[in-house]
């Protein structure tokens, strides 16, 4: 089956140092989505990534969508102690599939 | 706001017992909801597809008779853990899709279970 692959596991960073983690799917994606989950809480979506070679931002967020449409990544320019938590990457199949499968999650702690 | 609930938020149960938790689509009428299983500092795993009027698509690995989904409306799925064991207690997540078929989810708050 489809298997998303995600890393690293854990990055910790200085207040105001860049953060990147990445995404690598098995197959080939129909679209690649980010969610993002603060400790206790639950996922939020926060983008979805459809065409090939895609790139988006929101504010001091990047999300790329490669090439071959089978990786991802989420870059974090000067990171704040608000961007704390786990950023999943979620890879769907699309057409009449809605199932997503998720990677195993980037935890990101921020050292003011 | 929120366009997802679910309850209840946690809940202790003895071994053995069973333990409904609901699934409401607060702002759109859902024909299709998720159930995720979410284990302390892990990911979400992907447990049954709930489908409104039919019955649930489980994923492999996931038992049938253990985890009853039932999506009687477009707007609630239900979650029954039937004969709760302690290796079930974890943080159950609903989510339901986008709006017009687009493809993000929308997660609920999630229900920790803990079985004694």
């Known amino acids: 089956g489809q298997q998303v692959m995600q890393i690293p596991q854990y990055q910790h960073v200085q207040e105001g140092e860049d953060f990147t983690t990445y995404c690598n799917s098995s197959?080939?994606?129909?679209?690649i989505q980010w969610y993002k989950q603060r400790p206790g809480g639950h996922p939020v979506f926060l983008i979805q990534?459809?065409?090939?070679?895609e790139v988006k931002k929101q504010k001091r967020l990047t999300f790329q969508f490669g090439e071959a449409k089978k990786n991802s990544s989420l870059h974090i320019t000067a990171t704040q102690t608000t961007d704390v938590g786990t950023y999943f990457c979620?890879?769907?199949?699309?057409?009449?599939?809605?199932?997503?499968?998720f990677g195993k999650g980037t935890l990101l702690t921020v050292n003011p | 706001g929120a366009v997802v609930s679910q309850h209840p938020s946690w809940v202790i149960c003895k071994s053995g017992t069973s333990v409904k938790i609901e699934c409401r689509s607060l702002?759109?009428?859902?024909?299709?909801m998720f159930w995720y299983r979410q284990f302390p500092k892990q990911s979400l795993m992907l447990m049954a597809t709930?489908?409104?009027?039919?019955?649930?698509?489980?994923e492999q690995g996931v038992e049938k008779d253990k985890f009853l989904i039932n999506h009687a409306s477009l707007t609630l799925s239900t979650l029954t853990v039937t004969s709760a064991h302690p290796e079930d207690s974890s943080f159950y997540i609903c989510?339901?899709?986008?709006?017009?078929?687009?493809?993000?989810?929308?997660f609920g708050p999630g229900t920790r279970l803990t079985v004694t």
């Open positions: 979620a890879g769907g199949s699309g057409g009449s599939n809605y199932k997503l499968t």
């Open positions: 197959t080939t994606l129909s679209n």
């Open positions: 990534l459809v065409k090939s070679g």
């Open positions: 702002d759109f009428q859902a024909t299709t």
């Open positions: 709930s489908n409104e009027g039919s019955k649930a698509t489980y």
């Open positions: 989510s339901r899709t986008g709006v017009g078929g687009s493809y993000e989810q929308y």
